[in-house]
């Protein structure tokens, strides 16, 4: 499905957040800190919403995570926004001092919310002070683009995703869990830092991007191919693919397991977790006058059992 945005979408990353006050007519948070298990809700969905609008920093626009920061006149802000404002409240202009809004701080603890993904499917329900923590590992967070050759900012689920690359990026888009390529470039002294070629693989139910781009190693120019699962890294670690390099009695094999898209792009290439090949020794694949490349790169993909 589509990127959408709601509210508390991305929080600064400079916060400090530290533990909620605590008194007896607060609930036990440490109780349900590491429980996946989704609340309940118990709204008044006016009251929910307008408390929420006090959450909300008005430097920022972020929902604010102890401690909570108040002028003398009760504005209050963020901790990571307080150093940015030079100790000035944004709402008066008075000093903001030291004050830390407990009250504000015991109210928030009080709240339980939905996660921000629901959109994409999660119906958890969490205490305030929780749901960022599950919002960062939510199976059910969206994706970024896996396509390398720009810098795309959509995000989505797979379906949606796999849509987008063969619509807007013009992918080719394969069945099966073999391959061959050919990857030509009449140039080969230029070395890019951009992907020369991904294409798209649907098999097992799923869905793997086979990257091919050049890159710089240091001094010396290499050719790079690997492979990326459309999911998470659990599921990942289910699958494992070759890749196969060669010519004149001469071969390069490569022999993992796919990273997930969870994994940037940039990410998995700078680790060199993929078939990785000289120039020179790609120039020696190409034969002929070593001013093409020329490769042919097969692999398969399969599923562990």
């Known amino acids: 499905m589509a ?43 006016s009251v929910v919403s307008n408390v929420r609008e006090l959450l909300e920093c008005p430097v920022c626009l972020n929902a604010m995570y102890p401690p909570i920061h108040q002028c003398s006149n009760g504005h209050t802000l963020c901790s ?15 000093e903001l001092g030291n004050i830390r809004c407990l009250a504000l701080e015991k109210v928030a603890a009080s709240l339980e919310l939905p996660c ?9 329900i969490y205490p305030y002070y929780c749901k960022m923590k599950h919002e960062l590992q939510c199976p059910f967070r969206p994706y970024n683009c896996p396509y390398a050759g720009s810098e795309c900012t959509v995000v989505g689920d797979i379906p949606f995703l796999v849509g987008h690359l063969k619509d807007d990026h013009k992918v080719d888009m394969h069945n099966g869990s073999t391959f061959n390529h050919r990857y030509v470039k009449s140039n080969p002294q230029e070395v890019e830092n951009a992907t020369w070629m991904l294409t798209v693989f649907s098999c097992f139910g799923q869905y793997f991007c086979l990257h091919f781009e050049a890159f710089q190693l240091s ?20 699958y494992s693919y070759s890749l196969e390099v060669g010519a004149n009695g001469r071969k390069m094999i490569w022999q993992g397991v796919p990273r997930s898209i969870r994994d940037s792009h940039k990410k998995v290439r700078d680790s060199y977790d993929g078939l990785i090949i000289q120039r020179n020794m790609a120039l020696f694949f190409s034969g002929g006058d070593r001013k093409e490349l020329k490769l042919r790169v097969t692999g398969r993909i399969w599923k562990e059992q």
């Not at 990571?80 to 008075?94: A, D, F, L, M, S």
């Not at 001094?219 to 289910?238: C, E, T």
């Open 219 to 238: 001094m010396a120019p290499v050719y790079i191919a690997f492979l990326r699962f459309m999911g998470d890294d659990s599921d990942a670690k289910n």
């Open 80 to 94: 990571g926004c307080k150093p940015r404002v030079h100790n000035r409240c944004p709402t008066c202009r008075h």
């Open 116 to 124: 921000k993904y629901q959109g994409y499917g999660c119906m958890g």
């Open 3 to 45: 990127a959408g945005s709601s509210y508390f979408d991305s929080m600064v990353d400079d916060v400090e957040i530290i533990d909620p006050p605590k008194g007896e007519s607060m609930m036990d948070l440490g109780e349900h800190g590491n429980d996946p298990t989704p609340f309940q809700p118990k709204p008044n969905l």
